[in-house]
């Protein structure tokens, strides 16, 4: 059953722009309303979900790093009575790099906390002003520097791929930040979200996206310094020294059960999809009225699981194992893959096959969203 447990914290600062969960600033919270809430859906999710210990736990949402101290510290309290911890257990909270969240780092760290990832962004002011960021650079790094006295792994996130950014610009941020020395870094290509201002800016013509080729120059940038300053990708997006990767999020990308809990939480567990109650209120009238809070629950025919774990997997360096993959879905390798496009992709250099395994090679990771439509069998993407 769940290996992993995401807690949701709805909350954010005023203003907040990092996640979609603006609606959720409220004046006050009520705290042991809250508390007595996130504990009850833990319960209720552990009965259908406990059996094996956690490898991680990761606290996200709106704003986690302003959750009290003590409200985390009894969260894990329970979900260690409730499953158990693995030795070396991974516990993660998601930040944004602000001197008020920094303040509360080393309090965080004595609740459980050993490991924080940092929405940084960006190492320039007039960048992160563009992408309508509350920090500013000199906050962001005094945060990261608080962080690392603190926690014994830290990963921040930068955005490259912007309009106009050169290979040459793109070193220079990425060098500066492999000198800090951090564990772990997550390096997203900016994209285009509808229903965004950027997808309204480039509509009007505000902004025209970077040229795909010339992101594909920087991608290849990236991959070149990360390597050379021993994190290598180990997935698209993210690069770690080896040891450093994120287990939470391994979990995800290797499809392997968690359980999810907060407002908007979404699970997947014993064949099954949960999402919560995204909204505050109705999350605690549910919990209330039925002792947890969830709001779908779904089972996923094979088919379906089969197709989402190709999806996430084929991100990943290691790649998938086909044979143990069919196995678990009842399913053939070439129910799972197309063979002919597999064989034809690999002869391109875009995909490597080693017995069972298969996965996409660096060359392809920057045409991976199109590999993947083409890669995955045809009755998995139309089941």
Request: proline share 5%; glycine share 10%; net charge negative.
């Given at each position: 059953?769940?290996?992993?447990?995401?807690?949701?914290?709805?909350?954010c600062?005023?203003?907040?722009?990092?996640?979609?969960f603006?609606?959720?600033v409220r004046?006050?919270?009520?705290?042991?309303?809250?508390?007595?809430?996130?504990?009850?859906?833990?319960?209720?999710?552990?009965?259908?979900?406990?059996g094996?210990?956690?490898?991680?736990?990761?606290?996200?949402?709106?704003?986690?790093?302003?959750?009290?101290?003590?409200?985390?510290e009894?969260?894990?309290?329970?979900?260690?009575?409730?499953?158990?911890?693995?030795?070396?257990?991974?516990?993660?909270?998601?930040?944004?790099?602000?001197?008020?969240?920094?303040?509360?780092?080393?309090?965080?760290?004595?609740?459980?906390?050993?490991?924080?990832?940092?929405?940084?962004?960006?190492?320039?002011?007039?960048?992160?002003?563009?992408?309508?960021?509350?920090?500013?650079?000199?906050?962001?790094?005094?945060?990261?520097?608080?962080?690392?006295q603190?926690?014994?792994?830290?990963?921040?996130?930068?955005?490259?791929?912007?309009?106009?950014?050169?290979?040459?610009?793109?070193?220079?941020?990425?060098?500066?930040?492999?000198?800090?020395?951090?564990?772990?870094?997550?390096?997203?290509?900016?994209?285009?979200e509808?229903?965004t201002r950027?997808?309204?800016?480039?509509?009007?013509?505000?902004?025209?996206?970077?040229?795909?080729?010339?992101a594909?120059?920087?991608?290849?940038?990236?991959?070149?310094?990360?390597?050379?300053a021993?994190l290598?990708?180990?997935?698209?997006?993210?690069?770690?020294?080896?040891?450093?990767?994120?287990?939470?999020?391994?979990?995800?990308?290797?499809?392997?059960?968690?359980?999810?809990?907060?407002?908007?939480?979404?699970?997947?567990?014993?064949?099954?999809?949960?999402?919560?109650?995204?909204?505050?209120?109705?999350?605690?009238r549910?919990?209330?009225?039925?002792?947890?809070?969830?709001?779908e629950?779904?089972?996923?025919?094979?088919?379906?699981?089969?197709?989402?774990?190709?999806?996430?997997g084929?991100?990943?360096?290691?790649?998938?194992?086909?044979?143990?993959?069919?196995?678990?879905?009842?399913?053939?390798k070439?129910?799972?893959?197309?063979?002919?496009?597999?064989?034809?992709?690999?002869?391109?250099?875009?995909?490597?096959?080693?017995?069972?395994?298969?996965?996409?090679?660096?060359?392809?990771?920057?045409l991976?969203?199109?590999?993947?439509?083409?890669?995955?069998?045809?009755?998995?993407?139309?089941?």
């Amino acid at each position: 059953m769940a290996r992993a447990l995401y807690i949701h914290w709805p909350f954010c600062e005023k203003k907040c722009p990092y996640c979609d969960f603006n609606s959720h600033v409220r004046e006050s919270v009520d705290l042991a309303a809250w508390e007595a809430a996130l504990l009850a859906d833990m319960r209720a999710e552990a009965e259908v979900a406990g059996g094996e210990t956690l490898t991680s736990v990761f606290f996200g949402g709106g704003t986690p790093s302003l959750m009290p101290p003590s409200l985390v510290e009894t969260l894990l309290g329970e979900a260690e009575r409730l499953w158990g911890f693995t030795d070396g257990i991974e516990i993660t909270l998601e930040a944004n790099p602000s001197s008020v969240e920094a303040a509360s780092f080393a309090s965080l760290s004595g609740a459980g906390i050993n490991r924080v990832s940092l929405g940084v962004q960006s190492l320039d002011d007039a960048t992160l002003q563009w992408l309508g960021r509350l920090h500013g650079s000199d906050e962001a790094l005094a945060a990261l520097d608080t962080a690392q006295q603190n926690f014994g792994r830290v990963s921040f996130d930068l955005i490259y791929a912007l309009p106009d950014q050169t290979p040459a610009e793109w070193r220079d941020e990425l060098a500066r930040a492999l000198r800090f020395g951090t564990g772990h870094l997550s390096l997203y290509q900016l994209t285009i979200e509808p229903s965004t201002r950027f997808e309204t800016d480039v509509r009007r013509g505000v902004f025209t996206p970077l040229d795909p080729d010339l992101a594909a120059d920087l991608f290849a940038v990236t991959q070149e310094l990360t390597a050379a300053a021993g994190l290598p990708a180990y997935e698209t997006s993210n690069h770690a020294r080896p040891g450093e990767e994120s287990r939470h999020n391994l979990t995800y990308w290797r499809y392997q059960d968690y359980s999810g809990i907060g407002p908007g939480a979404h699970g997947r567990r014993g064949g099954a999809a949960t999402v919560r109650h995204k909204k505050p209120e109705n999350y605690l009238r549910a919990v209330s009225e039925r002792g947890h809070g969830i709001n779908e629950q779904r089972h996923l025919d094979p088919r379906e699981q089969a197709s989402e774990a190709l999806l996430m997997g084929l991100r990943l360096a290691e790649g998938i194992d086909l044979g143990a993959m069919a196995s678990r879905f009842g399913l053939t390798k070439s129910q799972l893959i197309n063979p002919a496009k597999a064989d034809h992709y690999e002869s391109l250099g875009l995909v490597w096959h080693e017995g069972d395994r298969m996965g996409v090679t660096q060359d392809g990771s920057p045409l991976l969203d199109g590999l993947l439509g083409e890669l995955v069998a045809n009755e998995l993407v139309t089941s």
